[in-house]
């Protein structure tokens, strides 16, 4: 038998109108992608290695398995289709030649932009959304 207390009206108002605001961001994010001729997980993807926290703009596998929160198996075959679909490329390490640098192509590049200067006015209307619930 749990002791935990049952959640409280308020806090599930709260707690259902954040979930309802990153929702509908994400949906409206991933019909965006889809206009720019990219899948919401090739977006993510694109994105994650032109954001490349170091600033390179590129990444590796498992620093996007890490990002992404997928797995190894699952980031290597989103990897692939992005490659024969001529949006990423791979690089060899210099300094180690088990490590691929992934970086987005001109077509890849070009897609990513389109797709998130789109999602530009959605993401200043979330971060609103998301002040208001701060606020109350």
């Given amino acids: 038998m ?3 207390s049952p959640l409280d009206t308020a806090e599930a108002i709260r707690i259902a109108a954040f979930r ?3 929702r ?4 409206t994010s991933e019909h965006l ?3 720019a001729g990219l899948t919401p997980r090739r977006y993510l993807l694109l994105l994650m290695i ?3 926290p170091d600033g390179s703009e590129q990444s590796t596998v498992t620093e996007l398995a890490e990002r992404l929160q997928l797995a190894q198996s699952t980031v290597t075959e989103l990897v692939g289709r992005a490659e024969r679909a001529g949006l990423v490329e791979r690089e060899r390490s210099g300094s180690d030649l088990r490590v691929a640098h992934l ?3 001109p077509d890849g590049e070009r897609r990513l932009a389109r797709s998130a200067r789109s999602n ?3 993401r200043h209307e979330l ?5 208001e619930l701060d606020d109350r």
């Fill in 33 to 35: 992608a889809r206009s």
């Fill in 20 to 22: 309802g605001v990153i």
């Fill in 2 to 4: 749990s002791t935990e």
């Fill in 120 to 122: 530009e006015d959605e």
């Fill in 24 to 27: 509908s961001f994400l949906r």
């Fill in 127 to 131: 971060r609103r959304r998301l002040d």
């Fill in 103 to 105: 970086r987005l192509t």
């Fill in 50 to 52: 032109k954001g490349a």
